[in-house]
Each structure stands twice: as C-alpha cells, then as structure tokens.
C-alpha cells in the first residue's frame, strides 16, 4: 500500500515519570529545546495529572502543542472533563491537543474504586464523552469557553474496528499504538509492518470523504540510535522470544533502530507507505531520537 498527498512531519514526546516542580519544567524546556512538535502527557495513575501537567508545560514553554496522550476517559464524567479541556485550552493559549482512549488497565480502575466495564461499554462512553464535548464546545454559553470555536483538535488512539471507526468519524489525528501487548511489564510486543498496514487499509476504507484529512500518529515503543542496526534486533528479537521475527522486526514502524540518517530513511518510507507523518516516542527517547528530529525538520 502506497499512500499519495503526505503530511509534513511533526514529533511529540510522552512524558510518563512524575517529578518535582523543577525536574519537570527542565524536561518540558529541553522537549522544546530538541526541536519536537509536540509534548504529551499520559494518563495512569502514579503518573503526573494530566492537565495540571501541561498547564505548568505551557507556562515554560512557548511554541510546542500539548498533548493528552491518551487520556482514559473511564475516570471522566463528559461535564467535568469539558470544563478541564476548555479551561486548559485557555490556560495554555490554544495550543491544548486532547487525546482520548477507552481505557484498558483493569488494575487502574479497581484502584479508582471504579467499575471496569466490558470493552463494548467502554467505548460506549467515549463516544458519549466525544459527542458531549463536541456538544459543549458549540453552546456560547459554556464557560471557560474553548479558544476556538469547534474545540481543541482531537486524537483518537485504539486499534480495534469500532475504535478506529470511530476515531474515522470525529477525530482529526487518528492514533495507533503500534503493539499488540506486553511480554512482559514495560515489554511491548511491536505489530509487524503488515500488521499496521491492515490497520491503516481498514481506516483508508473507510474515511470517504474525508480521506487524507485526518493525520495519522503512531506511538513508537523501541528507538535505539546504534551503528549496528542488525545487533540491536536480534537483540530485541531474544527479549520477545514469542514476538516478530528478525526481519519483521527490521520492517516494523515502531521499530527504530540503526543511525540518524538509517532511522529517518526508515520514516521518510514508513509516512510513504502507511501515511504516518506524526510520530510519538517515549520520554527516555527523547535524546535519542532528537538527532533525527533535526534531520527530519520541514519535511
């Protein structure tokens, strides 16, 4: 599958370790600093909240977008969540990007002293919660009121059809997450390159109208800026013994590993092919990955 009309690029980091006020603005400054579009905050517990988190980023920083990436939307009733969204947009100038999932850690639910409803429910609410913002945005007499009149532009992160689909119809940047699980804690299994592809060929299928308007996002799991690329594979490949082979591992997206130049090459034919031009890394990528940022910049 080839993909026509690409998008420039644009890099965001996750930032995911809670730290004290001063570590936390230094690392929001240096996201920045290294050139990346976009600075992103998950949403687990024993991780920093999320909008208090990108207020104090934005206060420190004057020109990457801010990010819920993802935010669960199982621990939001749509009315309190649209107050946070709004008053953050304006707390931060405009440059809010809200990103929405249906939630997936059961243990995280129990520890709320929340139900963990069936994946069916789950995504119920969110289309509820979608619809229910977009519903907010549009009343003049909502306070705060949204910097623009529509909302902040909204990612939708998932990877199963009735996710997708609905990220088809309300999202302007679909995400997706490039794993199809843990091996192990922290371990993610990387979908191979056909397994995105289908993904992608499902989401192409069915934007109609809208194809080649959404930006497509995929969140990278292993980055490894090395000069022996084939080393580092096999190396991935003896910690998944059960995952992708080698080869498949070398082809996958969320699978950069080799120099600068070899890894932007490897992107320049990963957007080509499935249509990505936004990618996400992971904050103890940051420094790794920046090299390529700058080599990849205005493209």
Known sequence: MTVSGVKPFRFGVNLLLPD?????????RRVEEAGFDVLSV???LGLAPPFPALVLAGEVTSRVRLNTFVLNVGFHKPALLAREVTGTDQFVG???ELGLGAGYVAEEFEAAELEFP??????????????ELKRRYADPEHRPAPVEPGGPPLLIGGNGNRMLALAVEHADIIAFPGSTGLAAPHLFVPMTADEIEDRVRFVNTKLGDRAGEPEFNLLVHFVDATEDRQAALEELHGRLPDGPSVAELAGSPTVLFGSPEEIAQQLLAHR???GFSYYTVLEHHLEAFAPVVELLRGR
């Open 42 to 44: 998950a949403d687990h």
């Open 94 to 96: 405009g440059r809010l």
């Open 118 to 131: 069936s994946p069916g429910r789950r995504v119920d609410h969110l289309e509820h919660t979608i619809k």
């Open 272 to 274: 080509e092919r499935f």
């Open 20 to 28: 004290s006020r001063d570590a936390w603005v230094a690392k929001c």
